[in-house]
């Protein structure tokens, strides 16, 4: 965890290849690209590709095909690098490397024709425009040349795998746990230390959110409110800061809970890129930010993806290189646990080996306190009072919950510490129950009674 703070962090990263091109770099491109004319830096880069000419197809054919089988990748990934190297208008091949992904050394859609076309020239092939996109670092495209020039199949990272055999009958083991809690949680050790001290992690509402309460419609003046919620070490995961200010902080709050859950599990964070690792959260849209058509220049085109339900998921997959399924369910308060339901089916299925379950909320807005005050469904302070004659509504809270779930043979085959075995889970709906919201007994007893013959 404390890998998410810090300059020096920040620089090992980027020796590592993980951030992208400098912030200033970013910018200045974002810049010129809203002003309507291209960027002189990627007009100056085509200029000084164009003269310098890629080796010749014999040549690098020859050269290839006479090596021993273990140098004929590196040499072509070398070999992009270099190309890579001159259409960006790099002195230095080094500076791109073998495991970057091409956007993050600051390719796009022009620039990555031209490397398209000189790798074409190079190698004789007939490569599609989307060649950098199909394969998005130098090493997975050496290996797609590869296997274009000589036959040979060799996939840069091990191949995702489609998850074992359908296993039924395997219980599900939570092999580690991560959270951000009201009452300043931020482990479930410190949860388990605020429940046997009989804390409350009820407050007033947050004075850096800005919040008119006074001048709002809502009756609740307080609730479970996250410390810190708009903090965000937008470096470490890549994001630039225009993108990081366009995000939901629920994906940014997420993004640091999963990289804490992977490591409280004993993996390195990155360490599973690639594998067939699915990812199943539980949340719902909270009004963050302006509406799309208001969006400034500041935000603009990144805001689609830091408000849509489904990037949710989608961006821890895409951060992590995380090759299971990835979705976010939305089920009101049942979110997170249809979410973790249906990481057990799918691990289950065998459609991922590991799956990341969990769900966020952060209430970025008064919208949804005022909506629920004209329903009369809040209680004034903010806090529930289930079961008693002073129940007088319920108080909102927010939280991310995250945890790392596999089959339970796999946990005991690879050692992994095993804090919790889920043994069965099914879900429902209520129909055409006595309201939109309103809860049905007997149907709340049907899916307790199937998940019982579940498990």
């Not at 200045?28 to 004319?37: K, R, S």
């Not at 490569?127 to 199949?153: C, K, N, Q, V, W």
């Not at 500041?298 to 290189?321: A, E, H, I, P």
Request: hydrophobic share 40%; net charge negative.
């Amino acid at each position: 965890r404390s890998a998410m703070t810090g300059n020096a962090d920040s620089e090992r990263l980027a020796r590592a290849g993980i951030l992208p091109m400098t912030t200033a770099q970013g910018l200045a491109m974002f810049d010129a690209a809203c002003a309507g004319t291209p960027p002189d830096p990627i007009a100056a880069r085509l200029r000084k590709s164009r003269g310098a000419r890629p080796a010749r197809t014999a040549d690098l054919r020859t050269r290839v095909g006479a090596m021993p089988a273990a140098q004929r990748r590196p040499e072509l990934v070398d070999v992009v690098r270099a190309n890579a190297a001159v259409v960006l208008g790099l002195a230095d091949a080094t500076r791109v490397r073998a495991d970057d992904a091409f956007h993050e050394v600051g390719f796009d859609s022009l620039t990555a024709l031209e490397l398209r076309n000189r790798l074409g020239a190079a190698t004789g092939l007939k490569l599609s425009s989307t060649m950098i996109f199909d394969h998005p670092t130098p090493e997975a495209l050496a290996a797609y040349l590869l296997d274009r020039l000589t036959g040979e199949t060799a996939a840069p990272v091990p191949a995702a795998p489609a998850g074992n055999e359908p296993e039924t009958g395997d219980p599900i083991a939570i092999v580690s746990m991560a959270c951000r809690l009201p009452g300043g949680v931020d482990s479930p050790e410190a949860l388990w230390e605020l429940l046997l001290a009989n804390g409350d992690a009820v407050g007033d509402f947050p004075v850096e959110r800005g919040w008119d309460v006074d001048g709002s419609g809502s009756v609740q003046r307080g609730g479970g409110f996250l410390r810190g919620a708009a903090g965000f070490d937008a470096g470490l995961f890549g994001v630039s800061p225009r993108e990081a200010l366009a995000m939901d902080p629920q994906q940014r709050l997420l993004l640091e809970c999963v990289w804490e859950v992977f490591e409280r599990g004993g993996f390195d964070p990155f360490s599973l890129r690639g594998s067939a690792t699915g990812v199943f959260i539980g949340a719902t849209a909270q009004e963050y930010g302006p509406r799309l058509a208001q969006a400034s220049g500041k935000v603009g085109g990144y805001l689609l993806t830091g408000n849509t339900g489904s990037v949710v998921s989608g961006r821890v997959s895409y951060v992590f290189g995380l090759e299971g399924p990835a979705m976010t369910v939305d089920t009101a308060c049942s979110s997170s646990l249809v979410a973790l339901h249906s990481a057990i089916q799918s691990l289950r299925l065998g459609e991922c080996s590991l799956a990341v379950a969990g769900g966020v909320t952060v209430l970025s807005s008064l919208g949804i306190f005022e909506e629920f005050s004209k329903q009369g469904a809040l209680s004034a302070d903010g806090r529930c009072r289930a079961f008693s004659s002073a129940a007088d509504g319920f108080g909102l809270g927010e939280g991310v919950g995250v945890l790392l779930v596999e089959r339970l043979s796999d946990a005991r085959r690879h050692g992994h510490q095993v804090l919790a075995v889920v043994r069965g889970s099914a879900v429902n709906q209520d129909g055409a129950s006595n309201g939109l919201t309103a809860p049905n007994g007997p149907s709340q007893q049907r899916v307790i009674r199937a998940a019982l013959a579940s498990a």
